[in-house]
């Protein structure tokens, strides 16, 4: 397939490949399928797991012993205003005295969860998230965090990663300052295109300037990581304006990038119906968008880590897949692997034991239940043997592109050829294709099969034998 071709600046460092792109391997083979934040995912999750589900997973930790370090995920589903390419489950509104009500719920269920969890283990992880978490004052965050640090042991600060998604929207530097001195150590900015006409489009106009002078002060007030969101595929984006757009982006030198595809399924999310159809690029602009940012940031020094996340060799995300010990969770890649997630919020999920919980969606439903002196747990999966071998593979090969067969073999009682015949002779079509490579020991993922993690993992989804869901956006 023939693409764009746009002049990459010849002065920058030049890295080690990490990743390849391969226009016609994307074309011919990308496909709708699930992001792998967890296994099974969670749309398989059955409301037949409820409260008592949790309180008993949570009850073998502690019979089990040797706890596993904690990590906290908090859900702040406010917005002020929407993004139209938005498919998150969020709650738009002017009315702060709704955020003032939820964060009462919210400090209940905090606190409900810390007995649970009482004298079990430090919380080496926090992630506030949304939704727009910086939608809560600068005394309403204040009084979260303070109730945080009265319920739950934290560890230090240079050891533990304490993480907030912001609206550079909604804050000043001076707010960022103190998002600092509240217990905050990373920082992830949703940018998502510095052009100002593709702002438009999609509703979220958010000057340059002001986005730079978040980015500098977050690196001011000492956060261990700044972490930059952006989408291609947006209205009115071109290969020539995201090449404008990356080159802002490399300049403002994020620690992380995360480069989403915009998947445009209007009739599953409202918002995304005032977006006009003949604004979108096409596909072949979009695999060039995809292209020339692969190329920018490789040449800029940047890691691809794996599905649509790129940080410097320095970074601890880096550093974590280089050490065999990332992880990924429903907030994407993690460098605290083994932890038990407990997640607070409506609709927000965790992961406790072989267990998953997600809380009820609604706040009505959320608020209910809290009434009711009861855990919001409205639905979850409880893990079989089969479900956390899998869940062990697609981790190994989404963070690590490769897996250890012998070593599966040690940890379950299977023979990897037998137990995973029909996966194997669909992977020999996938090694035919190029994208990976199948050894006596070892499953390794190619430079160009990287950007199709994906379509690898999907082969090993037990659940994905009717077909992917309508629900699952397009691999690349
Ligand atoms: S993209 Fe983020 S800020 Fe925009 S509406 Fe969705 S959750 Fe809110």
Not at 150 to 176: C, H, K, L, M, N
Request: proline residues 5%; charged residues 25%.
């Amino acid at each position: 397939m023939l693409l764009k071709q746009i002049p990459i600046n010849a002065s920058a460092p030049v890295a080690q490949p990490s990743v390849e792109f391969d226009a016609d391997l994307l074309g011919r083979l990308s496909r709708s399928g699930p992001r792998y934040t967890s296994y099974p995912t969670a749309d398989r999750f059955s409301g037949e797991y409820g409260y008592r589900d949790y309180l008993h997973a949570v009850a073998g930790l502690r019979t089990r012993g040797g706890a596993k370090p904690l990590s906290l995920y908090l859900h702040i589903p406010f917005c002020d205003t929407v993004c139209y390419y938005c498919a998150c489950n969020k709650i738009v509104t002017k009315n702060r005295e709704k955020a003032a009500t939820y964060l009462g719920y919210l400090k209940r269920e905090i606190e409900m969860q810390s007995l649970l969890f009482a004298g079990m283990n430090e919380v080496e992880q926090l992630h506030l998230g949304g939704g727009t978490p910086t939608y809560l004052s600068d005394a309403q965050m204040e009084d979260l965090m303070a109730h945080l640090h009265r319920t739950f042991r934290f560890a230090q600060d240079e050891t533990g990663e304490y993480s907030i998604e912001i609206d550079p929207r909604t804050v000043t530097p001076e707010r960022v300052a103190r998002l600092r001195r509240q217990g905050f150590n990373r920082i992830s900015l949703g940018v998502q295109d510095f052009d100002p006409q593709v702002q438009q489009a999609v509703n979220r106009v958010q000057p340059e300037l002001e986005t730079r002078a978040i980015i500098d002060a977050a690196r001011a007030a000492n956060f261990r990581s700044v972490s930059i969101d952006l989408i291609y595929g947006l209205p009115r984006q071109t290969p020539e304006t995201m090449a404008q757009t990356m080159e802002k982006v490399i300049e403002a030198s994020p620690d992380r990038i995360a480069l989403y595809h915009y998947a445009h399924m209007p009739h599953l999310f409202k918002p995304q119906r005032r977006i006009l159809d003949a604004e979108l690029p096409s596909s072949q602009d979009k695999l060039a968008m995809l292209s020339l940012c692969i190329e920018r940031l490789g040449a800029a020094g940047y890691v691809y880590i794996g599905m649509d996340h790129f940080a410097r060799p320095t970074d601890d995300l880096a550093v974590a897949q280089q050490q065999g010990r990332l992880h990924r969770n429903f907030q994407g890649y993690s460098t605290h692997a083994d932890c038990d997630l407990v997640a607070c919020g409506v609709s927000a999920i965790g992961a406790v034991g072989s267990t998953y919980s997600q809380n009820a969606k609604t706040l009505e439903e959320y608020y209910d239940i809290l009434d009711r002196n009861e855990l919001p747990v409205a639905r979850g999966a409880r893990l079989t043997m089969d479900d956390v071998l899998r869940r062990t593979l697609i981790q190994k090969l989404m963070c690590q592109f490769e897996v250890s067969i012998r070593a599966l073999e040690q940890a379950f009682p299977i023979v990897f050829a037998d137990y995973f015949a029909p996966e194997l002779e669909r992977l020999a079509q996938l090694e035919r294709d190029g994208l990976v490579t199948i050894g006596a020991d070892w499953l390794s993922v190619t430079m160009k099969g990287r950007l199709l993690i994906r379509n690898v993992c999907m082969v090993f989804d037990r659940y994905l034998a009717g077909g992917a869901s309508a629900r699952h956006s397009k691999t690349v």
